[in-house]
């Protein structure tokens, strides 16, 4: 198998070995975190204990957001002269 050297600084390298298992190598480790995916369920009740002026902050950024991308895509299908 083909090997790769890869620099960390002190901070990375003490996180990675945190993660690693009994009998684990460092590329398992890597491998694992980069393959894992949380199930969408595992967010449910992320915010449940958000302010609820927090929570319409939130709400009224993304409703700007989804705006401006209205807006640049309408500019974008424009025809240009």
């Not at 790769?4 to 975190?33: C, H, M, N």
């Amino acid at each position: 198998m083909e090997t790769t050297s890869v620099a960390l600084d002190r901070e990375a390298y003490d996180l990675l070995r945190g993660q690693k298992r009994p009998g684990e190598s460092f590329s398992q480790v890597v491998k694992r975190l980069a393959n894992s995916r949380r199930p969408l369920a595992s967010f449910a009740g992320a915010w449940k204990d958000l302010p609820e002026k927090t929570f319409r902050e939130i709400r009224a950024n993304r409703k700007r957001l989804r705006e401006l991308d209205e807006e640049r895509f309408e500019r974008l299908m424009k025809p240009r002269r």
